[in-house]
């Protein structure tokens, strides 16, 4: 998918059947992919890897 737009790359993630790949897409359809969502999903990354392995 190299350099495509974000959302040209959404339906394709969904596709996966990966938990990890949909919610990537959901985000994309409903905020974007900028700095902001990148840095919100990296915080609810590392909050459910403390919760789930700390």
Request: with cysteine; proline share 4%.
């Amino acid at each position: 998918m190299g350099n495509k737009d974000p959302e040209d790359k959404a339906p394709c993630y969904r596709q996966t059947g990966l938990f990890s790949a949909a919610d990537v897409a959901q985000t994309i359809n409903e905020y974007g992919w900028g700095a902001d969502q990148v840095e919100e999903r990296e915080q609810r990354m590392i909050t459910w890897i403390r919760e789930k392995w700390g």
